[in-house]
């Protein structure tokens, strides 16, 4: 069963915030986070493998609740820079993608 | 470290035509994916393997969709006959175990 996202898309403000979330039907045992830009291909940002543990990367942070099954990608202060599709991605044994949020930051 | 290698980038063909997509993965690691990703949509496991054994190929279409891993390194991808839904990039991705994928530049079909 694919994870699904919210928002499906998101446009911003350089400088605002946004929070992209991820929830699986099936238990998670660890998530990870891509970002793919246009004709590229993803590009790993992090994993989170506990409960409730946040990690970080540049302004960009995560959180993971395994009893909701659920994780969030929290960026700050978004730039340029940000623009893409985010993916969140699940599983230790099968490893399948969510349904990716586009996110835009405008000038 | 050279990164995942994957040719060719760009294949336009006739639809009822066959392809191959080759890979060649970060040198160690021991587990390999192909994923379909359509315009607009995230990226949907064909399959992946462990070394050279396959671990989930339920998402593959097994009456045109083919690959194969040999020795535990290289991988290819066939499609034959192609169709118009196949259409799509292919992408090839590498990981040492649990951790980061690592992707390829990707395969990009054309089928007219």
């Known amino acids: 069963q694919q994870p699904v996202q919210s928002p499906q898309a998101v446009i911003l403000r350089e400088g605002e915030d946004a929070v992209i979330n991820c929830s699986s039907s099936k238990a998670l045992y660890s998530v990870h986070w891509y970002r793919q830009k246009h004709g590229e291909a993803p590009v790993f940002l992090m994993i989170l493998l506990k409960g409730g543990e946040q990690k970080g990367h540049e302004k960009i942070s995560a959180s993971f609740n395994e009893k909701k099954q659920q994780s969030s990608l929290y960026l700050t202060a978004s730039q340029l820079s940000y623009s893409g599709t985010y993916f969140c991605g699940t599983g230790t044994y099968k490893y399948i993608f969510g349904t990716g949020t586009r996110l835009k930051v405008l000038a | 470290e050279a990164g995942v290698a994957q040719s060719p980038r760009y294949k336009i063909i006739e639809k009822r035509q066959s392809v191959a997509f080759w890979c060649n993965p970060i040198s160690g690691h021991a587990t390999l994916y192909w994923y379909q990703q359509i315009l607009g949509q995230g990226p949907k496991l064909l399959i992946q393997f462990q070394n050279n054994g396959v671990v989930d190929d339920s998402q593959l279409p097994k009456d045109r969709f083919s690959a194969e891993r040999l020795k535990g390194v290289d991988s290819t991808l066939k499609i034959q006959p192609a169709k118009l839904e196949d259409s799509a990039v292919y992408l090839c991705?590498?990981?040492?175990?649990?951790?980061?994928?690592?992707f390829g530049e990707g395969s990009r079909l054309t089928v007219l």
């Open positions: 991705a590498s990981s040492p175990g649990a951790g980061e994928l690592f």
